[in-house]
């Protein structure tokens, strides 16, 4: 009886001491249950990027969607009346609140030259896109297209990080477009490296956005759902004026400008004697040259004319005037020198430093049309000569 009890007692002991302890038993509970949530997450992300990419194959984005203020009204109108125009206009707020092709249509008349134009710039575009822009628009060109114009924007940086997840910067970042452009801004040898940083990061976050094909669904079935009611209706003011719109309303800056006038003034004097002092003998960087090919070449291949600008800024601009005079580009007409244009840089035609109120807008757009049309009767070597002396 005694022996059973301690043979009993025994086994008791070593059943106890082969069971797990409490704290261990947790542990491993804990590991898988960490191993099976690492894993369902791993499959619906995978799951999700497979889906993405099968959507994207189902539902073709299109080269310029839908769901983008500004640019899509314009590219629709476009669409129905291209081949009402035989001159286009590409740039960013300075083409699209500067030129007016009503009034430069009608100087091109008076002049004896038949001229419809339509004025597609977009306000804060920035060359990459600019140049995705126009390469989609003329993919499908007017038949009788002749002239281009393109407002110079390549001094002009990426655009600010709060702005890189809106629709307008993800539509265009392709994993084509988001390599150049990147290759872009890093090659740029007078840009500090944090904006190098800065910039990138400012089209791989688009991109990023741009390959999961993230509202894309809705931008297909919905296409203006991103359109507010108030873009709506500038829109249908624009597109009234061939895709001009005037600024008779306060731009953000303008408060600003208008009690700094006097260091807006010293700024043109400023810029008034770089202008009678330059050279543009520092060479061109690889991607700028590759830019402007391609700028050039989108143009050429419609058959039309490409004629560059610089539109009348307090920025010196001095890339492209380089390009000009080492002949990398063959037209350009400028107006950012105060001594030639003093006109266009007093305080009363202008909205801020960088904008033209609509009465400065009138001025320029009829000396850009008076510089094109002595361009088109004397020929460019002449116009060129007479304008950049």
């Given at each position: ?7 009993r007692k ?5 059943n ?8 261990k038993l ?16 791993f499959?619906a992300?995978l ?11 189902i539902i ?6 839908m769901n983008?203020?500004i ?9 129905a009346?291209?081949d009402?125009?035989?001159t ?12 007016d092709?009503?009034?430069f249509?009608a100087?091109?008349q ?15 575009l920035k060359p990459l896109q600019?140049y995705?822009l126009?390469?989609?628009v ?6 009788h ?11 002009r940086?990426a ?18 477009n988001?390599r150049w452009?990147i ?7 007078y840009?500090?490296?944090?904006k190098?940083?800065?910039y990138?990061l400012?089209?791989?976050?688009p991109?990023?956005?741009?390959q999961?094909?993230?509202?894309s ?6 296409p ?17 004026r061939?895709?001009?719109?005037p600024i ?6 303008e408060?600003f400008?208008?009690?700094?006038i006097?260091a807006y003034?010293q ?10 002092q ?7 960087t690889?991607?700028?040259l ?6 050039v ?5 419609t058959g039309?004319q490409p ?9 010196y601009?001095e890339?492209?005037?380089r390009?000009?005079?080492?002949n990398?580009?063959?037209h350009?007409?400028?107006f ?9 840089f007093?305080?009363?035609n202008?909205k ?10 009138q001025q ?6 008076k510089?094109f049309?002595?361009?088109?009767e ?10 950049h002396p």
């Amino acid at each position: 009886m005694g022996t059973n009890n301690v043979q009993r007692k025994d086994v008791q002991r070593k059943n106890i001491q082969s069971r797990p302890a409490p704290t261990k038993l947790l542990g491993r509970q804990f590991a898988q249950t960490i191993a099976v949530f690492l894993k369902s997450l791993f499959i619906a992300a995978l799951s999700f990027v497979v889906m993405t990419l099968l959507l994207q194959q189902i539902i073709a984005s299109p080269s310029i969607p839908m769901n983008l203020p500004i640019i899509s009204p314009k590219f629709a109108y476009y669409q129905a009346h291209k081949d009402e125009y035989n001159t286009l206009f590409f740039g960013s707020s300075r083409i699209y609140h500067h030129v007016d092709p009503a009034i430069f249509d009608a100087e091109a008349q008076a002049a004896g030259l038949t001229i419809h134009s339509f004025n597609f710039g977009i306000s804060g575009l920035k060359p990459l896109q600019s140049y995705v822009l126009m390469r989609d628009v003329l993919k499908d060109p007017p038949k009788h297209l002749k002239w281009v114009f393109i407002e110079d924007a390549i001094d002009r940086g990426a655009a600010p990080l709060d702005e890189v997840r809106s629709a307008r910067a993800i539509y265009w970042h392709s994993w084509t477009n988001t390599r150049w452009a990147i290759a872009f801004v890093l090659s740029h040898p007078y840009t500090p490296l944090s904006k190098k940083i800065e910039y990138t990061l400012g089209h791989l976050i688009p991109f990023v956005y741009h390959q999961l094909n993230l509202g894309s669904a809705i931008a297909h079935w919905q296409p203006g759902l991103h359109i507010s009611a108030e873009d709506k209706v500038i829109a249908t003011q624009f597109l009234m004026r061939a895709g001009y719109r005037p600024i008779d309303f306060e731009m953000p800056k303008e408060q600003f400008f208008l009690e700094n006038i006097p260091a807006y003034q010293q700024e043109v004097a400023q810029l008034a004697e770089k202008k009678q002092q330059e050279t543009y003998q520092a060479p061109l960087t690889q991607h700028t040259l590759t830019y402007l090919e391609k700028m050039v070449a989108t143009a050429r291949d419609t058959g039309a004319q490409p004629i560059f600008v610089v539109a009348p800024t307090t920025v010196y601009q001095e890339t492209i005037h380089r390009a000009f005079h080492q002949n990398r580009i063959e037209h350009l007409l400028t107006f950012n020198d105060p001594n030639l244009f003093p006109e266009l840089f007093a305080p009363e035609n202008r909205k801020d430093w960088d904008h033209l109120h609509p009465q400065g807008a009138q001025q320029f757009t009829k000396l850009l049309a008076k510089a094109f049309l002595m361009e088109t009767e004397e020929g460019f070597s002449i116009a060129a000569g007479l304008l950049h002396p």
